[in-house]
């Protein structure tokens, strides 16, 4: 039986160091996600390739028709959606560029339809050509939902050309889209093999973007021959597309390594993104330098479009200036969001910002210090997130503290957690062995509440500090205060925001735990 304070102190201490290492490079990673999303301002994009108009039939697969063995889908809901290229260029715009979309549509409905689809989507259309002797690219998916269970692709109908553009048309296509290239701080070529994408039209772009300093990222159709992208940037091809074009099984980290290794060298690419589904991104730069970014698991719906979120993130961060590597940690966010949804649907960078935060659950990144935590409360009130602070020593963490936390973090969206210094609770005249545990051990428990989101120290006599700088939207206390009798009430209500005084559970105080204590340390001799 434990029964002194230094016995209990050394304890925690043992536990609580392992975490408190890591800290600071966890809590670095989180900050450096959330503020590369909010410095990706508003670039102008050019998206290059195969357009496609997605068209979606809902319904409910009710049972087996009595005509034939094929389950018969009671249709109540329509919907198109832009695909292909055109759907790089709605990612792009849905993370706050501005785009330029440059492809070939045909002269019949379906083209008038996806034109109407890209002026609803804010997207330049000065680029797309007309082809009346092409087709617009259908592709028609028909979704069955079976006993209230989640809805699932039944069906696939495409109509489609696949022949090459060529004559006038990829003339006229060559004449919009060139000069303009200068004009543009990315280039993004999405290739579906459609026939948009030809070695003349690709080779071009490149070559003109190349002399402006544009970069150009490519995501290739699967296949052998990638010579036509010889002198992009950079490619974004996934476990299938790499084997065709290298003939390299892609079965671990460095398998992914040397496959982009032999691109980087035989196209003259500056790096290659290789996309690895669940394992993440690998890495690979011109120099031979490689690493893999892991990506956090998700429950997978579809994975349609997964692929040009994943380039429409890169092509924006690059775009922005942002670091390859920061590049493919964004994307891994933004292709995790995508392959939870039904269909090709924008990412945008709230949503990105909400999960990055939602799912920081661990320990360390929890603890955070006034600079990092002022930035990250930014992004959550970007949301629209209810900020609650608290305040208080929190030396031994006892049921009426965890009871008032979870009543606090009830309150809203976000519970931040400031705590004494330790010289700042030898200053409240707690008594001489006060605090019992050190500032990082009681953040480090703190931390470790699901009902917490962060943790700050603060070593001032008062939080008012904390306060004018985070202004969150309620002040809370647990105990018996008075509204006035809450440190910082007047400054909270001065700007706008609430203040509020929880319930506590009787009977448990820090100091009659302490009292108890010293009294057993007395009583054992």
């Known amino acids: 039986m434990i029964r002194t304070p230094a016995a209990v102190t050394s304890l925690f201490g043992t536990l609580c160091n392992g975490l408190t290492d890591c800290k600071g490079l966890l809590a670095t990673m989180l900050n450096h996600l959330v503020d590369l999303i909010q410095r990706l301002g508003t670039p102008r994009v050019l998206v290059l390739g195969d357009a496609i108009l997605d068209r979606y039939i809902w319904g409910d697969a009710e049972r087996v028709s009595q005509e034939a063995p094929v389950i018969l889908l009671r249709a109540d809901r329509d919907e198109v959606r832009l695909g292909g290229a055109a759907n790089v260029a709605n990612m792009v715009r849905g993370l706050g560029a501005e785009v330029t979309l440059a492809t070939v549509a045909g002269a019949d409905a379906d083209s008038a339809v996806f034109r109407r689809e890209l002026a609803r989507a804010g997207i330049g259309g000065g680029a797309v050509v007309c082809d009346s002797s092409r087709p617009t690219t259908v592709k028609e998916r028909f979704i069955g939902r079976a006993q209230n269970r989640h809805p699932h692709q039944m069906l696939r109908v495409d109509r489609e050309t696949r022949a090459p553009v060529e004559g006038h048309i990829a003339t006229e296509l060559l004449e919009r889209l060139l000069p ?73 980290s460095e398998d992914a390594f040397e496959a982009g290794r032999q691109m980087c060298r035989d196209l003259e690419l500056d790096h290659a993104y290789i996309t690895l589904d669940s394992d993440g991104i690998a890495l690979v730069s011109a120099d031979g330098s490689a690493q893999q970014l892991p990506t956090r698991k998700r429950q997978v719906y579809d994975i349609t479009g997964a692929g040009d979120m994943v380039l429409a993130t890169i092509g924006v961060g690059l775009a922005a200036g942002i670091a390859p590597v920061d590049m493919a940690r964004l994307a891994n966010v933004a292709g995790g969001l995508e392959v939870e949804r039904i269909g090709v649907v924008p990412v945008t960078r709230e949503e990105m910002l909400a999960d990055i935060l939602a799912n920081s659950r661990g320990t360390p990144e929890k603890v955070c210090t006034v600079d990092d935590l002022e930035r990250q409360i930014a992004a959550r009130r970007s949301l629209g997130q209810k900020i609650v602070f608290t305040n208080g020593c929190f030396d031994i963490l006892h049921a009426g503290h965890v009871t008032y936390l979870q009543q606090a973090a009830d309150e809203g969206d976000c519970l931040i957690v400031a705590i004494n210094s330790d010289a700042s609770v030898r200053r409240l005249n707690k008594g001489p062995e006060r605090p019992i545990f050190n500032q990082e051990h009681r953040a480090t428990i703190l931390a470790a509440l699901e009902a917490v989101d962060y943790v700050v120290v603060f070593d001032e006599a008062t939080p008012h500090v904390l306060l004018e700088r985070l202004r969150p939207d309620l002040l809370v206390k647990g105990g018996t205060y008075q509204r006035h009798e809450i440190v910082g009430w007047e400054l909270v209500e001065r700007y706008g925001g609430s203040v509020k005084a929880l319930g506590q559970v009787p009977g448990i105080s820090t100091t009659r735990i302490v009292e108890r204590l010293r009294e057993d340390y007395r009583k054992a001799g």
């Not at 948009?196 to 995501?219: G, L, M, N």
């Not at 036509?228 to 003939?247: D, F, K, M, S």
Request: aromatic share 4%; with cysteine; net charge positive.
């Open 180 to 252: 303009s290239v200068g004009d543009h701080q990315a280039v993004l070529i999405s290739d579906y093999g459609k026939g948009v994408c030809t070695p003349e039209i690709v080779q071009r772009v490149i070559a003109a973007a190349r002399e402006a300093r544009v970069p150009v990222i490519v995501d290739p159709r699967p296949g052998s021959d990638y010579a036509l992208y010889r002198g992009a940037t950079a490619v974004t091809p996934n476990r299938l597309e790499t084997r065709l074009a290298t003939g390299r099984e892609i079965r671990t």
